[in-house]
């Protein structure tokens, strides 16, 4: 089985910082990597697909990058809707997550 | 506008079966062939992908779940259904169904997402 490992597992930051999340995958899964938003409550929202498209709707400053093994999601400028928890996704065999990122207010 | 609606008892005993139905409208599940999914969330934790079904009944299964999970799929009524067996206080979540964003494959995420269904195991 391919695990997903996120870091950090919480996060503390302001309007306006730039956040950074991190996820590793136990093999190389190429590009196949989703980033989702999701707030209490709520369904998962996919923000980007295949490591760094992003999602029909979703704001520009959020952007995914990396391929392999590593993989990042950049939130340029976090703004007041962003706080939530993020959860990465392989689907280069079956689908697996990452135990998630809760990007908090300091 | 595709939507999911999860509906099925919010309670199950121990050791009994949990069984899960997902409404699909604002279009026909068999207008292409998606791999339609389940995926849980326990309370506070995170999510975990159960089983996948296209609409000509092929599935994937979760090799952790797979001894005690059957998908099933029925196009002319848009559903898709879950069957847990043998449930213990760890299946205890809030179970979604989902659609990927890409037909004909499983290399996709997960698009369109249903509101989620709370299931709670307990006696």
């Known amino acids: 089985d391919i695990q997903m490992t996120q870091s950090p597992s919480t996060l503390s930051a302001s309007v306006g910082d730039r956040v950074t999340i991190t996820c590793r995958a136990s093999y190389s899964i190429g590009s196949w990597l989703a980033w989702y938003q999701q707030k209490p409550g709520k369904a998962p929202k996919l923000l980007i697909y295949k490591a760094s498209n992003i999602q029909s709707g979703v704001p520009s400053r959020f952007r995914g990058s990396g391929s392999g093994t590593q993989f990042t999601l950049t939130i340029s400028s976090l703004q007041p809707d962003d706080f939530a928890t993020y959860y990465c996704q392989q689907y280069n065999g079956y689908w697996t997550f990452g135990q998630g990122t809760k990007v908090e207010f300091k | 506008q595709l939507q999911l609606q999860e509906s099925g008892p919010g309670l199950v005993k121990p050791s009994e079966t949990l069984s899960l139905t997902c409404t699909v409208s604002g279009g026909s599940m068999s207008s292409s062939s998606y791999y339609w999914g389940w995926i849980r969330q326990p309370p506070g934790k995170g999510l975990e992908w159960i089983a996948s079904?296209?609409?000509?009944?092929?599935?994937y299964y979760n090799p952790s779940l797979k001894s005690r999970v059957t998908i099933s799929i029925d196009t002319s009524k848009n559903q898709f259904s879950l069957k847990v067996t043998s449930v213990t206080a760890a299946d205890t979540a809030v179970y979604y169904c989902?659609?990927?964003?890409?037909?004909?494959?499983?290399?996709?995420?997960?698009?369109?997402w249903g509101q989620g269904t709370l299931v709670t195991v307990s006696s």
């Open positions: 079904i296209s609409d000509s009944g092929s599935t």
């Open positions: 989902a659609r990927p964003a890409d037909p004909n494959t499983v290399t996709t995420a997960f698009d369109y």
